[in-house]
């Protein structure tokens, strides 16, 4: 069964509301969890490293007041996209590494935002 | 920073067909995982490489890693329609400090397989 939590599945919204993304690691702790911005045809983009108790770690390019990254307890991640823009209409997805398994890493289901 | 080389970028084969994929480093691999993907859906777990010359075998597929740990392959044998879909190839930085989770994707391979 899924290990990585990613909710919700797809999200609608206005342009200029923002949106919240959740990534829970269901049976493990995740000091680090990662996200991804996929668009359509197009190869996933890490977008930044999201790191337990401290701030997140954002990829070169990526704005960090756009893209509000929490990590506020081991199990939970979210990713929030502020004031959001047609623009950023996306698949967004996180992932997540549990040591115990020989898979070791693992993907949320994604995201897919659409900004109207 | 990694850079993953994916070829080809699509390719479409007859139902039965046997057919590769490839993924090229300039650097030395540090892990390699392979994912399949729908888009607009999560990734799929395929394998995970990290010893040179490793081999790995699921059902009709099969990944490889060579000796130097800088170019792999994914081989499927015997095609099926379900076997259609985004094949992602994946690394870790591979630098000291740098987290083994933390992974940069080829532009992936579309594959379409005709019934």
């Known amino acids: 069964g899924a290990v990585v939590s990613q909710h919700p599945s797809w999200v609608i919204c206005k342009s200029g509301t923002s949106v919240k993304i959740e990534c829970r690691s269901l049976?493990?702790?995740?000091?680090?969890m990662f996200w991804y911005r996929q668009f359509p045809k197009q190869s996933l983009m890490l977008m930044a490293t999201?790191?337990?108790?401290?701030?997140?770690?954002?990829e070169q390019g990526v704005e960090k007041d756009k893209f509000l990254i929490n990590h506020a307890s081991l199990t939970l991640s979210t990713l929030t996209v502020t004031s959001a823009h047609p623009e950023d209409s996306s698949f967004y997805i996180c992932?997540?590494?549990?040591?115990?398994?020989?898979?070791?890493?693992?993907f949320g289901s994604g995201t897919q935002l659409s900004v109207l | 920073s990694q850079e993953l080389e994916q070829s080809p970028q699509s390719l479409i084969v007859q139902e039965g067909k046997n057919l590769t994929i490839n993924c090229t480093s300039s650097k030395t691999l540090y892990g390699l995982y392979w994912y399949k993907q729908k888009y607009g859906e999560g990734l799929i777990f395929l394998m995970m490489l990290q010893k040179g010359g490793e081999e790995k075998s699921h059902e009709k597929i099969t990944a490889k890693l060579d000796e130097k740990k800088q170019q792999s392959s994914l081989h499927i044998t015997a095609s099926q329609p379900s076997h259609a879909g985004i094949y992602l190839c994946?690394?870790?930085?591979?630098?000291?400090?740098?987290?083994?989770?933390?992974?940069?994707f080829g532009k992936g391979t579309l594959l379409t397989v005709n019934p």
């Open positions: 049976d493990f702790q995740a000091t680090t």
């Open positions: 994946g690394a870790p930085p591979g630098y000291s400090g740098g987290s083994n989770y933390k992974l940069t």
């Open positions: 992932s997540a590494g549990r040591q115990t398994t020989n898979e070791k890493l693992f």
């Open positions: 999201s790191n337990e108790g401290s701030k997140a770690t954002y």
